[in-house]
């Protein structure tokens, strides 16, 4: 079971671009990765993920074409290119993963998490 760092959140205005990183303690080759976002109050949601099998890719319908997944096997990591972004993708950003998983929501289904990185839009 690997262990998962987030890093990359910040404040920004709306239009402006992040990329958020998910680090791994190990290979993240046989581990399909989600990312999530959580506002406070309200239940934590899908927002993209991808299959261990790198090529399928998912994406929640508000984030599709601005928000891009991948990977660096290389380091370790999983990126999630965030770019126009608006105030309602203000959250704290979630990295997940599953051996073997498809990338896709189930959140409960995922083993290992990080601990989040906030990411706030302003108007």
């Known amino acids: 079971q690997v262990q998962l760092v987030e890093s990359g959140g910040g404040l920004v205005q709306a239009g402006a671009s992040l990329r958020l990183s998910c680090a791994a303690s190990?290979?993240?080759?046989?581990?399909?990765v989600g990312w999530f976002r959580q506002v406070t109050g309200k239940e934590r949601e899908f927002v993209g993920g991808s299959s261990w099998i790198a090529k399928f890719l998912y994406y929640e319908d508000s984030v599709k074409g601005r928000f891009t997944i991948s990977r660096d096997n290389a380091k370790n990591t999983v990126y999630l290119q965030m770019n126009s972004l608006k105030p309602e993708d203000t959250a704290v950003y979630f990295c997940?993963?599953?051996?073997?998983?498809?990338?896709?929501?189930?959140?409960?289904?995922?083993?290992?998490w990080g601990q989040g990185t906030q990411v706030t839009v302003s108007s």
């Open positions: 190990g290979s993240l080759q046989t581990y399909g």
């Open positions: 997940a993963a599953k051996r073997y998983g498809l990338g896709q929501d189930q959140k409960e289904s995922y083993d290992s």
